[in-house]
């Protein structure tokens, strides 16, 4: 069974500029949630996407953004990048809708620094 | 590796005792807790859960207790090895889609 596979693990970006995470969840999985785990701090959630469609949303602006595909892989965006975006971006794949359905299982993440 | 945190709270312990890691969490209407294990360089790992309606769950050498009235997570670990040092974050749902972060405990195990 192929876990949850995130690229790229690394990337700088500069202020201003726009990224691309992608995400292939777990086998079996249609729901995908993605976190923000800062230095030293646990992962906020940013959002949750459910056979394509956004199931919910945390408290990020909107230029955060995502895609899920017909094959459940998906995609972050953040566009106008700022310093404070730098961090540790998890993608999560499960089972189930809610959180309660069936446990999160996460990807290794890709760290990102804007400088 | 990556840190995953600077300035956590620390549990150190020696191999072959037995650790407890708590946590508080805050919103009483919270009905679902995870404990979750990350290593330097990786994802937050799941350990165990535990539903509002039960107060204990067992799992191979680990075991979370849960406190309702005053709002309370509990992991122990029996028999600690050293592969067990790592970060540890309790996790709450609070809704539907997303769970809830404690800061982590970082676990530093000796031989």
Request: glycine content about 10%; some cysteine; hydrophobic content about 30%.
């Amino acid at each position: 069974e192929t876990g949850v596979t995130q690229s790229p693990t690394h990337l700088i970006k500069t202020r201003g500029q726009q990224v691309t995470l992608r995400c292939s969840s777990q086998s079996g999985h249609n729901t995908v949630s993605w976190y923000q785990q800062a230095l030293g701090q646990g992962p906020q959630f940013i959002f949750q996407y459910y056979r394509e469609e956004e199931n919910g949303r945390g408290n990020f602006p909107p230029r955060f953004s995502g895609l899920q595909f017909p094959n459940y892989s998906s995609e972050l965006n953040v566009n106008a990048l700022e310093l404070d975006d730098s961090a540790l971006y998890l993608c999560a794949s499960s089972s189930g809708r809610g959180v309660n359905d069936s446990p999160l299982h996460f990807g290794n993440g890709t760290r990102l620094t804007v400088t | 590796g990556e840190s995953v945190g600077l300035h956590l709270p620390t549990l150190s312990v020696q191999e072959g005792d037995n650790s407890i890691i708590n946590c508080a969490y805050s919103n009483s209407a919270s009905d679902y807790f995870i404990w979750y294990k990350q290593e330097s360089g990786k994802g937050p790992q799941f350990i165990i859960d535990i539903r509002s309606n039960m107060d204990k769950r067992q799992g191979q050498r680990v075991t979370v207790l849960l406190n309702k009235t005053v709002k309370h997570l509990s992991l122990q670990i029996a028999a600690t090895q050293p592969g067990d040092s790592a970060v540890y974050f309790c996790a709450e749902s609070t809704g539907f889609q997303k769970l809830v972060f404690g800061t982590g405990t970082r676990l530093l195990v000796s031989p």
